[in-house]
């Protein structure tokens, strides 16, 4: 079974910053794009980073120039290291990655971790 666990979220003042980490584990024969999502409470969930096998990445154009998007393919991580964090990037945030294992090549989600910025 794929299970991918987020952590690193919390509380930090405007201005800060935060790593977001995702462990992703099972029996995997290989790992396609991942990515952070988010979804605020009365939105819709949107794509903030993505990165591809091969290391190209793509970015919303919110969190352009603050976050960064890496991957550890040997380790089957992914981060976000966010940056100048605002009130507006309050949000749950979530980790997809598109997954081939044994059962196919699916998209997997998360749990999400919680970040609230707020002095």
């Known amino acids: 079974q794929v299970q991918l666990v987020e952590s690193g979220g919390g509380l930090v003042q405007p201005g800060g910053s935060l790593r977001l980490s995702c462990a992703v584990s099972?029996?995997?024969?290989?790992?396609?794009?991942m990515g952070w999502y988010r979804q605020a409470p009365g939105k819709q969930r949107e794509l903030v980073a993505g990165?591809?096998?091969?290391?190209?990445?793509n970015y919303a154009d919110s969190v352009k120039g603050r976050f960064t998007i890496s991957r550890d393919n040997a380790k089957t991580m992914v981060y976000l290291q966010m940056s100048s964090l605002k009130p507006e990037d309050t949000a749950v945030y979530y980790c997809?990655?598109?997954?081939?294992?044994?059962?196919?090549?699916?998209?997997?989600w998360g749990q999400g971790t919680q970040v609230t910025v707020s002095s």
């Open positions: 990165i591809t096998s091969g290391g190209s990445t």
């Open positions: 997809g990655a598109e997954i081939r294992s044994v059962a196919g090549q699916y998209r997997h």
């Open positions: 099972g029996i995997i024969l290989s790992i396609n794009t």
